[in-house]
């Protein structure tokens, strides 16, 4: 039996990150590994009905929009990570994954926080894998030194989508392996596909007007434009006899959501409801009712395909356009995901059944 030390940001509020966590942890034990878990860069772990109570939220999240990444990173993260590996009860691994999700990222600490890890993990020794992760297409000078620097010192990388191979390659000269999405796998633990009773449901995720407009460099115009873009797309997937269903997968999604709620009610003559989605079992619940699901998260959008969801993206970035390429255009063969993630899993766990 290994014992393994898995880090990524299963401890954030992000419904996507908790399957991501959930998924792999599940992976892993299947085949015997005793699974340890530390949060990459939130090592507290969030709710999104927790968060939402919280006073200083806002103020929060103005002051990390205006500092510099590395000192956020110097002054919040640092001690915090180390703190967070020295705290486990077991200091001896047989190996450590650092995935999923996007950990290879732009805009953010994420560079600094990878750094921090990469330098704790090799002095101690233990083996690394990256796994099932993506990258975003464009860095900072720094943040391409420290990933070159960071991805030369582990022992394999495994990427989630064609894309991030290609660009690990372009950018950094890695040839990187490839793993289907880890939360695939959520699906795959429930092989009875007759427990989705579908219902005539359209489900609707807005994304994070305040998000976007951090991260991303399209115009998408003033909030109300935006609503009206949604509006519209609703309207161009609705079909008679559907009723509207508005839910969430973060915390700035939900903010956004309700105010798309009031939007909808005091402009437009569309019945919509408003779900409760602050959980990850309440998110799945409800997609497992749901016939077509809009969305602009990727993981939102995954858990919909392992529901049996009609997916319709909204491309918000370059890595959810990846996903529309991949994943969207084309049948999706489950059994041969599950097959390529347990083959890589077996090579890295080393296991030979």
């Known amino acids: 039996m290994q014992r393994v030390l898995l880090i990524n940001q299963g401890n954030t509020d992000n419904l996507g990150d908790k399957a991501i966590n959930l998924s792999f942890r599940s992976l892993l034990e299947k ?76 805009k953010n600490v994420f560079a600094y926080c990878f750094l921090s890890w990469i330098t704790l993990l090799r002095r101690k020794g233990y083996p690394i894998f990256v796994v099932g992760v993506g990258a975003d297409d464009q860095f900072s000078f720094i943040e391409k030194v420290i990933y070159q620097k960071c991805l030369a010192q582990v022992n394999n990388i495994y990427v989630r989508d064609k894309e991030s191979q290609a660009i690990l390659n372009r950018i950094f000269n890695i040839s990187a392996q490839y793993i289907p999405d880890i939360v695939f796998n959520k699906r795959l633990t429930n092989t009875d596909t007759n427990m989705f009773i579908k219902e005539e449901k359209l489900v609707v995720m807005i994304y994070d007007y305040d998000a976007l407009q951090k991260n991303f460099e399209n115009d998408f115009g003033t909030k109300k434009e935006y609503f009206y873009f949604w509006e519209n797309l609703i309207k161009t997937n609705y079909q008679p006899d559907l009723t509207i269903t508005l839910a969430y997968t973060t915390i700035g ?66 890595k959810v356009k990846a996903f529309k390429e991949e994943w969207l255009k084309s049948d999706i063969n489950y059994k041969s995901i599950l097959k390529k993630q347990e083959k890589v899993i077996k090579q890295i766990l080393n296991v030979n059944r």
Not at 47 to 72: A, W
Not at 263 to 279: A, C, F, G, P, Q
Not at 298 to 308: A, K, P, R, V
């Open 31 to 106: 085949y015997g590994s005793t699974v340890d878990f530390a949060g990459f860069a939130q090592t507290d772990e969030q709710f999104i009905d927790k968060i939402d109570k919280k006073k200083n939220y806002k103020l929060k999240s103005f002051v990390k929009k205006r500092l510099p990444n590395f000192l956020i990173w110097f002054f919040k993260y640092r001690k915090k990570i180390k703190k967070e590996l020295n705290s486990l009860d077991n200091q001896n691994y047989d190996l450590v994954i650092l995935g999923g999700g996007q950990l290879i990222k732009s």
């Open 253 to 318: 999604d939900k903010k956004t959501t309700k105010e798309f709620y009031h939007y909808i009610k005091n402009n437009t003559e569309m019945e919509v409801s408003l779900s409760n989605t602050d959980r990850l079992g309440e998110l799945e619940e409800l997609l497992k009712t749901t016939k077509i699901l809009i969305s602009g998260r990727m993981h939102g959008m995954i858990l919909g395909l392992n529901h049996n969801c009609i997916i319709v993206p909204y491309i918000v970035s370059p």
